[in-house]
């Protein structure tokens, strides 16, 4: 069983960064592909970063590419999304979520708010 909490959103403008944050509980989060999705007002839940647990190799939504950086430190249990150059459309609920290779993600947090002002 992992348990994910999810930390550090907040309202900036555009332009600023933000990092959030993932602490999960669990001995397997090690191995566990780690990820970030969200969901803006109105909108369906969409992929942000994933991020897998023996390579550490990484994935980017095109919409993110290049301005978010998705990273993890195994030592901790914490997952992190540095976002850069923030949007006004990066605005949203933003939650990660893990799970074994290839199996999905049965486990997520309960997200945490990102709003960016024009």
């Known amino acids: 069983q992992v348990q994910l909490v999810e930390s550090g959103g907040g309202l900036v403008q555009a332009g600023d960064s933000l990092r959030l944050s993932c602490a999960a509980s669990g001995r397997t989060f090690s191995t566990y592909t780690m990820a970030w999705f969200r969901q803006a007002p109105g909108k369906e839940r969409e992929f942000v970063a994933r991020?897998?647990?023996?390579?550490?190799?990484?994935y980017y939504a095109d919409s993110v590419k290049g301005r978010f950086t998705i990273s993890r430190d195994n030592a901790k249990n914490t997952m992190y999304l540095q976002m850069n150059s923030l949007k006004p459309e990066d605005t949203a609920d933003y939650y990660c979520a893990a799970g074994p290779p290839t199996r999905g993600y049965p486990y997520w947090g309960q997200g945490t708010q990102v709003t960016v002002s024009s």
């Open positions: 991020i897998t647990g023996n390579t550490g190799t990484t």
